[in-house]
T-cell receptor, first 116, second 113 residues
Framework: GAVVSQHPSRVICKSGTSVKIECRSL??????MFWYRQFPKKSLMLMAT?????????EQGVEKDKFLINHASLTLSTLTVTSAHPEDSSFYIC????????????FGPGTRLTVT | SQQGEEDPQALSIQEGENATMNCSYK?????LQWYRQNSGRGLVHLIL?????REKHSGRLRVTLDTSKKSSSLLITASRAADTASYFC?????????????FGRGTQLTVWP
């Protein structure tokens, strides 16, 4: 149990376009989901905390108008990278906090975004 | 933002040897967790140690926590080639209501057969 999926796993887009990444908890409900980005051979950087039914909480330095987060249900959060630029190219990973199990997050497999 | 540092940044060992990775952090924590990441993949949770615990075991893994030094170590005994991966520590701050995880930079472990 506790499987988190992401879609797509890989996306290549042109500068100026927007890209939506989905994060789903497949077999549990997640009131809270988290979005991270990771540069090659680097650590995960927390971008924002996504709460079902409310606005996301963004970490310092993360542009909320650039990275739109929607957590419409207890099993789905989406991250939209708006007007993408090459510097947005990165590995985006989501995680889900299993309801009632606050100490453990379950991670998705990640989405590789390349902006050309 | 990132919480702290792991060292070493990279570690290469032979199968059968033990691998020790260290992690330091900066804040008061509720718990510290270790994760593993295979190249280009998501993270797999390995072990969680709470701030009032000093040592924890899980199979070939042994984790220690020294809150006075704000440091933790992960020991993998009798390593296997399949243990090759990046290992990250992550902390949850004391008093955190949302369970945010802050990751260290990671240690790239390579185990040679």
């Amino acid at each position: 149990g506790a499987v988190v999926s992401q879609h797509p796993s890989r996306v290549i887009c042109k500068s100026g376009t927007s890209v939506k990444i989905e994060c789903r908890s497949l077999d549990f409900q997640a009131t809270t989901m988290f979005w991270y980005r990771q540069f090659p051979k680097k650590s995960l950087m927390l971008m924002a905390t996504s709460n079902e039914g409310s606005k996301a909480t963004y970490e310092q330095g993360v542009e909320k108008d650039k990275f739109l987060i929607n957590h419409a249900s207890l099993t789905l959060s989406t991250l939209t990278v708006t007007s993408a630029h090459p510097e947005d190219s990165s590995f985006y990973i989501c995680s889900a906090d299993r309801q009632g199990a606050r100490n453990e997050q379950y991670f998705g497999p990640g989405t590789r975004l390349t902006v050309t | 933002s990132q919480q702290g540092e792991e060292d070493p940044q990279a570690l290469s060992i032979q199968e059968g040897e033990n691998a020790t990775m260290n992690c330091s952090y900066k804040t008061s924590i509720n718990n510290l967790q270790w994760y593993r990441q295979n190249s280009g993949r998501g993270l797999v949770h390995l072990i969680l140690i709470r701030s009032n615990e000093r040592e924890k075991h899980s199979g070939r893994l042994r984790v220690t926590l020294d809150t006075s030094k704000k440091s933790s170590s992960l020991l993998i005994t009798a390593s296997r080639a399949a243990d090759t991966a990046s290992y990250f520590c992550a902390t949850v701050d004391r008093g955190s209501t949302l369970g945010r995880l802050y990751f260290g930079r990671g240690t790239q472990l390579t185990v040679w057969p």
